[in-house]
């Protein structure tokens, strides 16, 4: 059995639909179901993983060190910045740009996840 918690991403196996979890009950029927391990390094790294920076009232989520593409059939759905124990999300479309700001205070733990419409998921 799994052992799934609050911060993972969940894949069903049936659909392919990304889930989140918000609290894992005890009997978590993981039959159809698999955590979906978030991507740091390899191929793709540079246009994939999240590079968090301070700015003067938050932090900016850039995907990734070179730009990432947002085309229509290929771009980041989702941007979000875990910060002590937070989550902060910016849902994105084709044509944005593939970055969010968060205005909060300075945390001492963060760390951010993106989403990419073909290559999956990414974390910094
Ligand atoms: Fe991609």
Redesign the pocket.
């Known amino acids: 059995m799994a052992n799934f918690d609050y911060t993972n991403i969940v894949r069903c196996k049936n659909s392919g639909n990304l889930l989140e979890l918000i609290y894992p009950g005890p009997e978590v029927n993981v039959e159809n179901l698999s955590i979906e391990e978030p991507k740091t390094s390899g191929e793709?790294e540079a246009?994939?993983k999240p590079v968090i920076t301070r700015v003067d009232d938050g932090y900016n989520v850039k995907v990734g060190e070179v730009e990432?593409?947002m085309d229509e059939d290929?771009y980041?759905a989702v941007i979000e910045l875990i910060a002590d124990g937070q989550v902060h999300k910016q849902y994105l479309n084709p044509g944005d740009k593939p970055e969010a700001t968060f205005k909060i205070p300075e945390a001492t733990d963060l760390k951010a996840r993106e989403f990419?419409?073909?290559?999956g998921l990414w974390q910094s």
């Open positions: 793709g246009k994939h990432h593409p290929h980041i990419c419409t073909i290559h």
